[in-house]
């Protein structure tokens, strides 16, 4: 799959200040990522950038040990994209457990 422009939408759980600190450095060492949202108190997380979704999902659950859960997809539309009319986001989120 290759990287798309994308804007997704993610929760996992932040407990505390600490959560949040390393999630916020996690999130500024990918280099794929334009932009990030950390909404600690609704524990959700709004990336956009060009990456592959669920690498990127599988990567924040590997290095925060805990429960990462895809809430929304939105591919963006490019002039050579054509093809990308959100076939990828399915009824059901996607769920990645330790």
């Keep these: 799959m ?3 422009l994308c804007c997704m939408v993610l929760r996992l759980n932040i407990d505390c200040n600490a959560c949040y600190r390393k999630l916020r450095r996690i999130l500024l060492n990918m280099k794929d ?9 609704q524990n959700r997380l709004s990336i956009c950038g060009r990456f592959v979704p ?6 924040i659950r590997k290095k925060m040990n805990r429960r990462v859960e895809i809430l929304d997809i939105e591919f963006s ?10 076939d990828h986001a399915e009824s059901r989120p996607f ?4």
Excluded: P, Y
């Design 77 to 86: 539309s490019d002039n050579e994209d054509e093809d990308s009319n959100n």
């Design 33 to 41: 990522l334009e932009s990030h949202l950390i909404e600690k108190r």
């Design 2 to 4: 290759s990287k798309k």
């Design 54 to 59: 669920q690498d990127v999902a599988i990567k």
């Design 95 to 98: 769920l990645f457990s330790a």
